[in-house]
Structure formats: C-alpha cells, structure tokens
C-alpha cells in the first residue's frame, strides 16, 4: 500500500487563498494589514528566506516592509530600529532574520521585540503563552505548521503517542509544548529523544507519528520506524550533487527512499513542512493585524 504524500505546497496555498480573502475584507474595514522583515548582512540563505516570506505576503495583499541592514550593523542600531517598528503603527508584526551576526546578541534582540509583534513566538511571554495554553499569543512558525499540515490531511493526533526527535527551541520543545494541549489537532502523548536518549530506535519504533527535527541529513532510517507509522520531515539539508543543477539536493532528515514504504503517510522534503513555516508567519501577522479591527 503506497502511503499518503502530505503536501505541503498544496496545502500552504490553500491557506493563502483563505488569508487573501480575509486581507481582502479587512482592508474593505480600513485595516492593512503589514509585516516588516528586517535582514542584517549578506548571508544567502538569509536573503532567500526573506524573499520568499515577501513573495507570500504579496500573494495574500499583506504589505512587506523591507528593512536592510549592513553586516557592521551594531547592536545598538539595530536595537534602536526595533524599538522604532515596536512603535510604528502601520507594521502590525516583524521578524528579525537569524542568524545574525556574531557581534549582535539574539538573545537581547528578541527580550526588545515587542511581544505582540513577534510573530516568530521567540519572545519569552509568546513561549509562556503557548506552554500554558493561553491561545492570546503566538504559535511558533513551524511547529504550528506540522500540527495544521496534520489535521488538514486528516490525521487524528488525539490520543496518539508522537515521537519527537530533536529538542531545539525553534521546533522540537515548541511542538511538544503544542500537541500535549487539550485542545482539537492536539492531546496526544509526546516523547522527546535527543543526544542524551538512549537506545533511539527503540522509543521511535513505538511512535504512531514520528517528527524529525535533528538538522542531519538521512539519519531516521527505516528500522527505526514501525509499519503504518506518520513521518514527519522538518529536517531541509544540502547534500552536494554534481548532477544537480545548483550542484547540490535538498534533502530531509528522513531516509525517504526507504522510510516511505513503511509508512501510512509521510511529508516529504522539499515541499512538506517548509511551505507550511511560510503559511504560518503569514497568519501570526492576520493575528496580529486583527487586533485593529473596529470592534
């Protein structure tokens, strides 16, 4: 039995042509809705981030501020832009792209965002928000993008026990913090293995939804999946490929070729869970944006 292929591609543009009615509506009541993208020095991956997440802003009708900064940039200038975009009414959220460079503390950037224009759900109020269940702030980009990319293809995760390879606070922690929640795409059992676990294969083999999130190209293989399980790919990595036209693939943190065969569905890379990150900036800045409707 082939498994489902969840894509992610498709369902990311479903949810844009949804916000784009919503802009539609909103700027019908006097509200447009703007998201500002800051981008300090020249690292290319950096830049096509950024690239894509305006080009998706574009799609929906929501306005994209450019903010481009030098990589000399100090810490205190870009400091100073934060605070000025905390402040400005017409950018309803903001991201500052990481990394940044060495000289700049992410830690002090993120504490001077303002929690209601971090749309990124870096922000320590935003990360104690989304460990209580108080629905009020953010969900984090791509752990809120696993959990939409499940239920809209139908996968129940109620009761389910998901394995979780990988503790980073960007998505590992975040996405255990949102499937333990009792609440609908949610209330499941959640296990995290990481560096520290032992015996690895032996807990992923129990998982009936295993999301890898390790960063290591190819390292879930198929002995450490049972039959029937969900896989779930948050792993993008480059691996150099002379045939290729960029002379490198993107690849997963999956071994696909062999994992798939075992699985009742599986995300693959590109075009999984990637897309969804994009779709779900997008609606933390609807989010944020609606906070200006009249009442």
Excluded: W
């Excluded at 290591?216 to 999946?225: G, H, K, Q, S, W």
């Excluded at 993008?236 to 002379?247: C, F, H, I, L, T």
């Excluded at 869970?273 to 944006?289: D, E, R, Y």
Aim: hydrophobic residues 40%.
């Amino acid at each position: 039995m082939e498994p489902l292929i969840i894509n992610g591609n498709e369902t990311a543009a479903a949810i844009r042509a949804e916000m784009a009615k919503e802009v539609a509506e909103m700027k019908a009541k006097g509200v447009e809705p703007g998201l500002g993208f800051v981008l300090v020095g020249d690292n290319p991956a950096s830049q096509a981030y950024v690239r894509m997440k305006k080009k998706a802003c574009a799609e929906v009708g929501i306005t994209g501020y450019d903010y481009e900064l030098p990589k000399e940039t100090t810490q205190e200038e870009l400091l100073k832009l934060v605070d000025e975009l905390n402040h400005d009414p017409k950018i309803d959220g903001f991201i500052v792209q990481l990394p940044l460079p060495k000289h700049i503390s992410e830690e002090a950037i993120i504490a001077a965002t303002d929690p209601k224009k971090d749309v990124d759900c870096f922000h320590p109020i935003n990360v104690g928000k989304l460990c209580i269940g108080d629905t009020d702030g953010f969900f984090p980009c791509t752990p809120y993008g696993v959990v939409v990319l499940l239920q809209r293809a139908g996968i129940e995760v109620k009761g389910k026990h998901v394995v979780i390879v990988g503790r980073s606070n960007i998505v590992g922690k975040p996405l255990a913090n949102l499937l333990v929640q009792k609440r609908d795409g949610a209330n499941a059992t959640v296990t995290i293995c990481h560096t520290g676990t032992k015996d690895i294969p032996s807990i992923t083999r129990q998982g009936d939804i295993v999301v890898a999130a390790i960063g290591r190209p190819n390292t879930i293989t198929a002995d450490m999946v049972k039959e029937g399980a969900v896989v779930v790919d948050v792993g993008v990595n480059r691996v150099e490929d002379p045939s290729a036209k960029r002379g490198y693939r993107l690849v997963g943190d999956v071994d696909y070729e062999n994992v798939a065969p075992k699985c009742s569905a599986i995300t693959p890379v590109p075009g999984g869970v990637g897309p969804m990150t994009i779709a779900m900036l997008l609606m933390n800045g609807l989010k944020a944006a609606k906070r200006r409707m009249p009442k």
